[in-house]
């Protein structure tokens, strides 16, 4: 199973909302990552999580909080956006990075997320 | 610095072979992947390859890598409406857990 779930599967929020995205896989992996991805560009790297701690985050604005409950969920709380940050959300899973590993990430479908 | 680099279109006539190029910048690079993705949907890994090997075969799809050239490409045989898609390459190096993407190319099948 390479599957990674994630809901909702739209959002539609004001920008003075408060608003959680979530991601569920059930692969073992100990990586999970947010990606942000306007249309027809590649996914912008967001945050990494490894071992349910905070590895990377890519300077992302504080409007956007992630938090790793335990190894099979991730969140992403959204709060005071913009409609630039209308785009579709992505979570990813794969292995830990060490030595010799091809740690492929596994995409969820994603949530399209519109601001007004 | 890393750059990944697509050619943005391709369009071939259902049941003929498509190839998409990438061509990569890094030399320490070690996986290289393959994602599609569907109008409104998520990335789905198609197939990923080693940077030690030059080639490697998944039913319709190979891969072949010239390490030299930095030279990746993706053949899909007997292409079918159903792979009309946009193509990313992505590349990895050491165990750097960010990938680094190209732009994606869009594929046409044409019936």
């Known amino acids: 199973d390479t599957e990674v779930t994630q809901t909702p599967k739209h959002l539609v929020m004001g920008m003075t909302n408060k608003k959680s995205l979530k991601c569920e896989q059930h692969m073992g992996h100990r990586a999970m990552y947010w990606y942000k991805q306007k249309a027809k560009k590649p996914p912008e790297l967001m945050f990494v999580?490894?071992?349910?701690?905070?590895?990377i985050n890519e300077s992302v604005p504080s409007r956007f909080s992630p938090e790793c409950p335990n190894s099979s969920l991730l969140n992403l709380h959204l709060h005071a956006l913009q409609p630039e940050d209308s785009a579709l959300y992505l979570c990813?899973?794969?292995?830990?990075?060490?030595?010799?590993?091809?740690?492929?990430?596994?995409f969820g479908p994603g949530t399209r997320l519109t601001v007004t | 610095g890393e750059d990944v680099e697509q050619s943005l279109f391709l369009s071939v006539r259902e049941g003929d072979s498509s190839v998409i190029n990438c061509t990569y910048t890094d030399s320490s690079s070690t996986y290289l992947y393959w994602y599609k993705q569907e109008p409104g949907a998520g990335l789905q890994l198609l197939t990923y390859i080693f940077s030690n090997m030059d080639m490697k075969q998944d039913q319709r799809l190979t891969v072949l890598l010239n390490k030299k050239d930095k030279h990746l490409s993706l053949r899909i045989a007997d292409t079918q409406t159903g792979d009309s898609a946009i193509y990313f390459c992505a590349e990895r190096a050491g165990n750097n857990r960010k990938l680094i993407w190209g732009l994606g190319t869009s594929l046409a099948v044409n019936p």
């Open positions: 999580y490894s071992y349910e701690k905070l590895s």
């Open positions: 990813a899973s794969s292995q830990v990075a060490a030595t010799g590993g091809s740690y492929e990430q596994y």
